[in-house]
């Protein structure tokens, strides 16, 4: 297999070092004052449509998003394809439904789009909640997942090493979020998707160039290593052996569709805008950056399997994590220049800067809603100084406990996490995000019944798939609690969650469907089309 020279990991280490000074600085400088909200939370709207919509594509892109779908493209072949798509769908479907309504409903959290027009300390409990259920299992294996990928770049296997680059990059991303605010987070995520595409782009040029520049070749080489022929060109080879492999195929894309457009460090990004038309300006600028992801990540993973084989990744890392940097190393052949080195070390370094910002972003979202939606929400005439002390407090309080989980948990396979997280985003928040903004009768307890059964139904299900036991591959491979014969919950958490929502509105009775309604009616507006600006 093509490794890493000493010159790119000690070029690495150097850059890795930099790059967390620098970041660190920059949030200093662009930090909020001390007692201004706005900024805190949202940036005063001060960002263009263009950086504005870096900023979404870069919380969009997560660290976990590179390296897994990445793997899944070069173990799998088309079936990571259509993940990756999957995904790029997903922010169209933010784009096109719920970007203007977000933004119009919204004031700093998920928590205000829905006490919009259910004003309620329990509708913000369980937003937070909520919130915090979705974002931790995707901070964890993104943070767990941290000490692999240095060690794996910087040569070394020491579990204390590992763990040491878990705590001390988690201690990194808190302080991005407690002291940058939206303003500085927005600033890291920018950095890295510029990073991150400029550099992707360059390499997937140059694996195309060792192709004759024909997608054709390249599938066909990837086919030819793969060592399952032309099985690596349909769908079904990531879902084979399960009980039913198209529908579970359907259902896991269907899932980070419609869960990825709803997850809160997503969708706090609609309300930094500060107008309908700036959102619109910028998603079409964030969905283009995840476009020309799709593109890159897709010719890297079938380039990495054609140049490298299936099995020497799989070898490396059964999960493929690190197809990604085995790609862009094997695109420079045996013998790489000083250049090469260069841009090698670009590439890294922009993984490293993706999994600093991913977290960072996640940190401010969950923070943000704990300080805001929990304690600024339940205490009468709270001061603009006191709710910034407490939403910085709040980053501690939120990633600490994340980052001690995660030297606990670096171990396991831990790819049930990210999928517990869109999956929560599906069957939770969507249902409860869309009949907020769009059913005039809604209710108060149908929002509650959604938001807290869809979590607690996502999360027992969940339990009985088979990643997280029965299989090799699974969290716990030497147990078989695997009663759910699916890989994610979707199929049955999906439509549970969008009944619960009405289930609870029915029984809410017609003189609350009713005086609900007319409390819709009131902002409806205010949510649909942008009259009056929104208010306090």
Same mark, same amino acid.
């Given at each position: 297999?093509?490794?890493?020279?000493?010159?790119?990991?000690?070029?690495?280490?150097?850059?890795?070092?930099?790059?967390?000074?620098?970041?660190?600085?920059?949030?200093?400088?662009?930090?909020?004052?001390?007692?201004?909200?706005?900024?805190?939370?949202?940036? =005063?709207?001060?960002?263009?449509?263009?950086?504005?919509?870096?900023?979404?594509?870069?919380? =969009?892109?997560?660290?976990?998003?590179?390296?897994?779908?990445?793997?899944?493209?070069?173990?799998?072949?088309?079936?990571?394809?259509?993940?990756?798509?999957?995904?790029?769908?997903?922010?169209?479907?933010?784009?096109?439904?719920?970007?203007?309504?977000?933004?119009?409903?919204?004031?700093?959290?998920?928590?205000?789009?829905?006490?919009?027009?259910?004003?309620?300390?329990?509708?913000?409990?369980?937003?937070?909640?909520?919130?915090?259920?979705?974002?931790?299992?995707?901070?964890?294996? /993104?943070?767990?997942?941290?000490?692999?990928?240095? !060690?794996?770049?910087?040569?070394?296997?020491?579990?204390?090493?590992?763990?040491?680059?878990?705590?001390?990059?988690?201690?990194?991303?808190?302080?991005?979020?407690?002291?940058?605010?939206?303003?500085?987070?927005?600033?890291?995520?920018?950095?890295?998707?510029?990073?991150?595409?400029?550099?992707?782009?360059?390499?997937?040029?140059?694996?195309? /160039? /060792?192709?004759?520049?024909?997608?054709?070749?390249?599938?066909?080489?990837?086919?030819?290593?793969?060592?399952?022929?032309?099985?690596?060109?349909?769908?079904?080879?990531?879902?084979?052996?399960?009980?039913?492999?198209?529908?579970?195929?359907?259902?896991?894309?269907?899932?980070?569709?419609?869960?990825?457009?709803?997850?809160?460090?997503?969708?706090?990004?609609?309300?930094?805008?500060?107008?309908?038309?700036?959102?619109?300006?910028?998603?079409?600028?964030?969905?283009?950056?995840?476009?020309?992801?799709?593109?890159?990540?897709?010719?890297?993973?079938?380039? !990495?399997?054609?140049?490298?084989?299936?099995?020497?990744?799989?070898?490396?890392?059964?999960?493929?994590?690190?197809? =990604?940097?085995?790609?862009?190393?094997?695109?420079?052949?045996?013998?790489?220049?000083?250049?090469?080195?260069?841009?090698?070390?670009?590439?890294?370094?922009?993984?490293?800067?993706?999994?600093? &910002?991913?977290?960072?972003?996640?940190?401010?979202?969950?923070?943000?809603?704990?300080?805001?939606?929990?304690?600024?929400?339940?205490?009468?005439?709270?001061?603009?100084?006191?709710?910034?002390?407490?939403?910085?407090?709040?980053?501690? &309080?939120?990633?600490?406990?994340?980052?001690?989980?995660?030297?606990?948990?670096?171990?396991?396979?831990?790819?049930?996490?990210?999928?517990?997280?869109?999956?929560?985003? &599906?069957?939770?928040?969507?249902?409860?995000?869309?009949?907020?903004?769009?059913?005039?009768?809604?209710?108060?307890?149908?929002?509650? =019944?959604?938001?807290?059964?869809?979590?607690?139904?996502?999360?027992?299900?969940?339990?009985?798939?088979?990643?997280?036991?029965?299989?090799?591959?699974? &969290?716990?491979?030497?147990?078989?609690?695997?009663?759910?014969?699916?890989?994610?919950?979707?199929?049955?958490?999906?439509?549970?969650?969008?009944?619960?929502?009405?289930?609870?509105?029915?029984?809410?009775?017609?003189?609350?469907?009713?005086?609900?309604?007319?409390?819709?009616?009131?902002?409806?507006?205010?949510?649909?089309?942008?009259?009056?600006?929104?208010?306090?």
């Amino acid at each position: 297999m093509i490794g890493f020279s000493s010159s790119a990991r000690g070029m690495s280490l150097v850059a890795f070092t930099a790059v967390a000074t620098i970041t660190l600085l920059l949030c200093v400088m662009m930090g909020p004052d001390r007692d201004d909200l706005d900024e805190f939370y949202t940036g =005063y709207g001060s960002l263009s449509p263009l950086r504005n919509g870096l900023a979404i594509a870069g919380d =969009y892109i997560s660290a976990a998003t590179v390296l897994s779908t990445g793997g899944v493209i070069a173990l799998f072949g088309y079936d990571g394809v259509v993940l990756a798509l999957s995904t790029s769908l997903s922010l169209a479907l933010l784009m096109f439904l719920l970007a203007e309504p977000l933004r119009n409903a919204g004031r700093f959290t998920q928590g205000d789009v829905f006490a919009r027009r259910m004003p309620s300390r329990a509708v913000r409990i369980a937003s937070s909640a909520t919130t915090i259920a979705a974002l931790v299992p995707l901070m964890l294996i /993104q943070l767990a997942g941290t000490g692999d990928l240095v !060690a794996f770049i910087l040569d070394f296997s020491n579990d204390s090493l590992k763990t040491g680059c878990v705590i001390g990059i988690g201690t990194l991303m808190i302080g991005y979020a407690a002291i940058g605010g939206m303003k500085g987070t927005a600033l890291i995520q920018i950095l890295k998707i510029v990073m991150l595409l400029g550099s992707g782009a360059v390499i997937a040029v140059l694996i195309m /160039q /060792q192709f004759d520049w024909s997608p054709g070749a390249l599938f066909s080489a990837a086919a030819a290593k793969s060592g399952v022929g032309p099985a690596f060109l349909h769908s079904g080879l990531q879902f084979a052996g399960v009980p039913f492999p198209r529908l579970d195929m359907i259902t896991s894309e269907l899932t980070v569709v419609i869960g990825g457009a709803c997850l809160p460090h997503v969708t706090m990004r609609m309300f930094t805008a500060s107008s309908a038309r700036q959102v619109r300006h910028s998603m079409s600028w964030a969905v283009s950056c995840v476009a020309l992801f799709v593109l890159i990540i897709t010719v890297v993973g079938f380039g !990495a399997s054609a140049l490298i084989g299936r099995a020497a990744i799989a070898g490396a890392d059964p999960q493929g994590r690190t197809a =990604y940097l085995l790609g862009s190393r094997a695109a420079f052949g045996a013998d790489i220049s000083t250049a090469e080195t260069l841009l090698l070390t670009t590439v890294t370094t922009a993984l490293f800067l993706t999994l600093l &910002a991913s977290v960072s972003g996640m940190i401010l979202a969950c923070a943000n809603s704990l300080a805001h939606d929990l304690f600024a929400a339940g205490t009468q005439n709270m001061s603009p100084q006191r709710e910034m002390t407490l939403a910085r407090v709040s980053t501690f &309080a939120v990633g600490a406990p994340t980052v001690v989980l995660a030297t606990l948990v670096q171990n396991h396979n831990l790819q049930p996490l990210a999928l517990l997280s869109v999956s929560i985003g &599906a069957s939770s928040l969507a249902p409860a995000v869309v009949y907020s903004l769009f059913w005039r009768r809604f209710t108060r307890t149908g929002l509650l =019944y959604t938001l807290i059964g869809g979590t607690i139904t996502t999360i027992v299900l969940m339990t009985g798939t088979n990643l997280v036991s029965g299989s090799p591959v699974s &969290a716990f491979p030497n147990s078989h609690f695997n009663w759910f014969p699916f890989t994610t919950t979707g199929l049955i958490s999906i439509p549970l969650g969008f009944a619960f929502g009405w289930a609870g509105t029915a029984l809410s009775g017609g003189q609350k469907a009713e005086e609900q309604r007319r409390q819709y009616e009131a902002v409806e507006a205010r949510i649909l089309a942008g009259a009056e600006r929104r208010g306090n």
